[in-house]
């Protein structure tokens, strides 16, 4: 592998999986739960540390999610709850990039972008409820992460490691 770059754009969200169920905290499964440990967090680190074993390895990119800082709003979501493993599986990310970010300097940089909401085939009422909750007003486009990513991945960032850089 001669990649100097990684970002880990792969993940698990409840709105993929079309057998979701709205269960409460206090009906959720712990098998629910370690379905987003298992991708979200040990995956994850399974790849991050493959690819720190890269000799011309010099930066990682982790995606996460501002649901790793603060909660869901209910409202967003049609008074149902989003997964819980869902939030707890993104703080997962935000500590392991600090983490990682130590015990790999000064060798390889890794940073995460905590993203607010994307658009991308959400309904209608969903995008226009979010629109009302942010500041500008809409939802972000995928291409908007492309700037903060070329920049994590070039020499420009040479002194940014352990970074949680919102994006919401």
């Not at 905290?25 to 995956?43: C, F, G, P, R």
């Not at 790999?104 to 909401?117: F, W």
């Not at 629109?131 to 040479?158: H, Q, T, W």
Request: proline content about 2%; glycine content about 6%; aromatic content about 8%.
């Amino acid at each position: 592998n001669n990649a100097e770059y990684l970002v880990n754009c792969f993940g698990y969200n409840d709105h993929i999986d079309n057998s979701k169920s709205n269960d409460s905290i206090m009906d959720v499964t712990l098998e629910s739960i370690n379905k987003y440990l298992q991708v979200n967090v040990i995956a994850l680190f399974s790849v991050c540390r493959e690819f720190a074993k890269n000799s011309k390895a010099k930066g990682i990119v982790n995606i996460s999610s501002i649901y790793g800082q603060v909660s869901p709003k209910k409202h967003l979501y049609d008074e149902s709850e989003k997964h819980i493993g869902y939030s707890i599986s993104k703080a997962s990310v935000d500590q392991m990039t600090r983490h990682l970010a130590t015990h790999l300097a000064p060798v390889i940089r890794v940073n995460c972008l905590s993203l607010g909401g994307i658009e991308h085939k959400q309904d209608e009422a969903f995008i226009e409820k979010y629109n009302n909750e942010v500041p500008l007003g809409r939802m972000m486009k995928a291409k908007e992460v492309f700037g903060i990513i070329n920049y994590l991945c070039s020499n420009d960032s040479s002194y940014t490691t352990g970074s949680i850089i919102n994006i919401d």
